[in-house]
């Protein structure tokens, strides 16, 4: 359930991570998520904004905001799922900027190539040329969760 219009973002400057689905990359689908903390009053339970595709091959798509709600030992000990930390401290418009990058970032909801891991890295490349990513940092993410490069979409020219 999106609980955004509950649990808004506010104007702290907030540290932004990856998640990436699971401890380590097996092979095959691995879902992604930007995400970072939004305030909340419910004590152990985290308001999580999330930037994402979601859906699964062949029925994408990208909404924004989202925000769920989620237990705080879970989301940080690191049992389920991997973080990566983007390096720094973002402040509200950069925040805004993101989310303006990530809906411009394109996809076809259809595709059965160029998931979640895709959009995502397309999207951190954005980033990178905005200034508000470093190209290290980049270079580490796209490496360890990983994020593969665009493939051409051939099913279109049929």
Known sequence: MNVYSWFPDDNSNKK???QAAGLRYTGGERHVSLIWSNPSTLGTTVVTQIVQLGGQNGMYEYSSPVAKMCDERSLLNG??????????????VERDKILELATAVQFISASRLNGCRVWMRDLLSSMVSEGLLLQANFNLIVAAVPLPERQHESFLED
């Not at 049992?79 to 509200?92: E, S």
């Open 79 to 92: 049992v389920t799922n991997t973080f990566f930390d983007l390096g720094k401290y973002y402040t509200r």
């Open 16 to 18: 932004l991570c990856i």
